[in-house]
């Protein structure tokens, strides 16, 4: 929605006390306690969680014959970003 920087404001006489915005405001201190946990809502692992029961299941395939393995990034690079084969073995483009 468009905000009407222009319009004049409230007098103070319009808008409510601070005690009455505090009577508003649910008191933090309280001794009632959500049942969801609202740092967390939807459940999810945070970062730093204890993940040791969890077994991944990842299917690793070997370097095919189309590939090779730069020796200055060690990532597995298609024939076509071969740029040359040195006495070390071979280096890709963006290395080269």
Not at 39 to 56: K, M, R, Y
């Amino acid at each position: 929605m468009a905000t009407d920087y222009d319009a004049p404001r409230k007098n103070e006489d319009e808008s409510e006390s601070i005690e009455a915005l505090k009577e508003r405001v649910p008191d933090k201190l309280s001794g009632s306690v959500d049942a969801e946990d609202s740092d967390n809502p939807s459940g999810f692992e945070l970062p730093g969680a204890d993940l040791s029961d969890i077994e991944l299941d990842v299917v690793v395939l070997p370097p095919q014959e189309d590939e090779f393995t730069c020796v200055e990034c060690f990532l597995v690079k298609h024939r076509s970003q071969l740029d040359h084969d040195s006495a070390a073995g071979p280096i890709c483009r963006e290395c080269a």
